[in-house]
């Protein structure tokens, strides 16, 4: 500070910091952040058509959105947690996120929760090798939220299937 003119201040910033628009979902008593631009379409689905879904073997579960078939399974399924669909008891219908990606997927989660604008934080290169998470956020209340990177970990999901058709092949 110099007295009469002012005072100069520096600001630094890191690169690794961004802003972006996310979906905050819940499945089971977990909270994550799905970047508005992965996600194609939100519907919702009564509980009996997910139920029949279900009952299906995961390659012929499908869920047509825009005259496409797309492959359903629960978030808390593909993210491997112990949170299964909560249809039991539900009269509303149940919502599904039709994720953007080479793979048509429909995600079936527990409740949304709105969007909301997020600062991105990287989470270090622990994490580096996570396939499906790019990073976290932190909310006004003080928790930690994941923010997921749904293509990244449906093409995850894609390969392992592929490679394991391939060992039962062999």
Partial sequence: SIPGQGTEFQVRLPFTVSVNRALMVRVGDD????PLD???GIVRVSTSQLNVLYQQPLTERTFEYGGED???ES???MLGTEAQPKLVGQKMPTPV???KGETPYALQVDTLLGSRE???KTLGTQFSGVMGVSGGTILGDGSVVIILDLPAMIR???DIEY???MALDA
């Fill in 31 to 34: 909270l994550y952040a799905v």
């Fill in 38 to 40: 992965s996600i194609q």
């Fill in 70 to 72: 797309h492959r359903l």
């Fill in 75 to 77: 978030l808390g399924t």
């Fill in 97 to 99: 996120l039709v994720i």
């Fill in 118 to 120: 997020i600062v991105v």
């Fill in 156 to 158: 995850s999901q894609n």
């Fill in 163 to 165: 490679q394991q058709a």
